[in-house]
């Protein structure tokens, strides 16, 4: 079963917006991560943000994390159109292993 | 820089024939990760190996095996592809107490 759930699926905005997207989660972790994936390659990661943390910035990139709702959210400023591809959270409840979530697919329309 | 390299870039199999899909790291990490990755599912742990010579079973290892003979290799085996097994596998890596995963491009499988 998956730990992490994106919202939305997909969102479609115009280049310039922001663009947010949530993960929930459904038990405690290390830390939490988001990667990118664009079509047809594999995942890059962008940023982790770790349990004691409640917020995070790299560049145009802003994460938070909400222990006590169990949710995070990424939030990207002044989307470009080399933006559009899939992004993923990832959770970390140690043991090595990280459980992903779907995804959701960003679209930037120029 | 190579990071993860993953062969083959794709491959089309007969179901019952077996298949080695080859993952290597030039990174020196301890930790490396097969996921498969289908629509609507996101990422699935497939197996993962904490350091050479130990594996363990991730959320669907079923249908699968591997083995770490050393740091660098890590080659996830089908033994008898069934048309389920069609996906996008990818390979991953993480260095010690590092948290972020380095992935390779992928191995897309279809299994008819």
């Known amino acids: 079963s998956q730990q992490g759930e994106e919202d939305p699926q997909a969102l479609s905005i115009q280049e310039g917006e922001n663009a947010t997207m949530n993960c929930s989660y459904k038990t405690s972790i290390n830390n939490l991560q988001w990667y990118r994936q664009n079509s047809g390659r594999g995942l890059v990661h962008l940023i982790l943000?770790?349990?004691?943390?409640r917020e995070k910035h790299s560049g145009r990139l802003r994460v938070t994390l909400d222990t006590s709702k169990k949710s995070s959210s990424l939030l990207i400023t002044a989307s470009r159109a080399a933006d559009t591809a899939s992004y993923f959270c990832a959770t970390d409840g140690g043991a090595q292993k990280l459980v992903f979530g779907q995804g959701t697919r960003l679209t930037i329309n120029p | 820089t190579a990071g993860i390299t993953q062969a083959p870039t794709s491959q089309i199999l007969a179901a019952g024939r077996s298949m080695t899909l080859r993952c290597t790291q030039d990174?020196?990490?301890?930790?490396m990760y097969w996921y498969r990755q289908d629509l609507g599912l996101g990422l699935r742990l497939i197996h993962y190996?904490?350091?050479?010579?130990?594996?363990g079973k991730g959320e669907v290892p079923d249908g699968y095996s591997v083995s770490r003979a050393n740091t660098d290799d890590f080659p996830l085996t089908l033994a008898s592809a069934v048309p389920s097994q069609t996906s996008v596998y990818f390979c991953?890596?993480?260095?010690?107490?590092?948290?972020?995963?380095?992935f390779g491009e992928g191995s897309r499988l279809t299994v008819l």
């Open positions: 991953a890596s993480r260095g010690q107490g590092a948290g972020e995963l380095f």
């Open positions: 943000i770790r349990s004691n943390e």
């Open positions: 990174m020196r990490h301890n930790a």
């Open positions: 190996s904490n350091t050479a010579g130990t594996t």
